[in-house]
C-alpha cells in the first residue's frame, strides 16, 4: 500500500513517518504552505512533496489518503478526493469536522463510496480503554449506576488566536474534548444531554470550561473538559465507572478495578493494569504506541477493504454529542 498526507502540522508529519514506516514506501505529502512542504523534503528523504491537492491526487498513485488540515477543511478536502479517486481509502484526523451537519455529510459520501474511512481518535488503540470496555461488555461492574470522566490540561494560558479559538470551530469541547467524548459513546451509546454549563476563562468566542450531565438509559454521568487547568500538566484523561459490583477507573495510564467479590475471572480486591502491559507493542515505535497501532490497523483495514472504526459514522456521533452539549449549555 502507499500513502499521501495532506498537511503537515504535527499530527501530519507523525502520520507520514508512520506511514513510511510500516509500508516501506516513500508517502506522497501536500501542505499549502510550501515552506513548510520544501523544509519537509529537506529533511525526510522518505517524501515525495506536491504543489498542490489537484497535482498530487492527478499525479500519485497513493490507495490511502490521509486529511491532516484545520477541521474547517476536512468536507471539502474529503470532497477534492473523492472527485478524482473514489477507489481511494480515507483517514481523517479528530474531529472529523465541525459541527454535525458537516460531519454527517462527509460519513455519506465516504460510505457512498464503500471503501474503508476511519478518523484518529487513537486511545481506542490504548489498552487500557479496551479493558475497560471488557469491563463493561461482560457486565464485571455489575449493572452500571453512575460514571464521572473529565479531560483537564494546562494547554491555554492566556488568550489565543487561531481557528481553534473561532466559534464556527474551535472550542475546548470540539477539539480536547473530542476523544474523551468518542471513548464515552464506544463504552455506553450515544448518550442523552440532560444540562450542560460552559466558561470563558481566557477566550473571548468559544468555551475553555464544560461540565455536562449525560443520561445513558438508566444511569446518568457527569463528563468535565477543560484546557485552562492548572494543576494538569501534563493533561490527564480519566473515566471512574460505579457498578453494583465494584468500580473501574482509568487514565491514559493505568485502569484500577475494585470488586466487592469474585467476579468470572477477576477476583474480589483491588486489581491494577498497566497501559505498557495492555496495549500491544506495534511493528515500529516512533511515536506513543497508540499513535502507531491505529495507523497500522488502518493499513491493514485499507489492504483487506475491511470496514475500520472508529468510522466517520463513528466520528459523527461525537459531532453530534459535541452540538447537543453546546446547545444546553448556560453560562
Known sequence: MKASVIGLGQMGLQHSANLSALTNQPVCVYDSNQRLVGLAA?????????????????????QIFYVCTPVQTHQEVVEDILKTRSDAALFVEKPLSYDYSSANRIARMANSAKRPNMVGFQKRFNGVYSKLKEFVDRGILGDIRFYRAHSFSFDVVRPSTGWKFQSSMGGVTLDFGAHMIDILIWLFGEPHVRSSLQQQIFSN???????????????????????????????????????????????????????????????????????ATLTTRPKYLLTYPEYVLEDQYFIECASTQASAHPSFEDAAKVNKLVDDIRSKATG
Not at 468566542?205 to 492548572?230: H, K, P
Request: hydrophobic content about 40%; aromatic content about 8%; some cysteine.
Open 205 to 275: 468566542q468559544v468555551e475553555d470550561y464544560i461540565v455536562a450531565v449525560l443520561e445513558n438509559g438508566s444511569f446518568t454521568g457527569v463528563l468535565e473538559i477543560g484546557w485552562c487547568m492548572r494543576n494538569y500538566f501534563p493533561n490527564e484523561h480519566l473515566i471512574e465507572i460505579h457498578g453494583t459490583r465494584g468500580t473501574a477507573t482509568a487514565t491514559d495510564d493505568e485502569v484500577i478495578l475494585m470488586l466487592d467479590s469474585d467476579v468470572k475471572d477477576y477476583k474480589a480486591g483491588i486489581t491494577k493494569f498497566n497501559s
Open 42 to 62: 529537506k529533511l525526510a528523504k522518505n517524501l515525495c512533496t506536491h504543489n498542490s491537492l489537484e497535482e498530487l491526487l492527478a499525479h500519485g498513485d497513493a
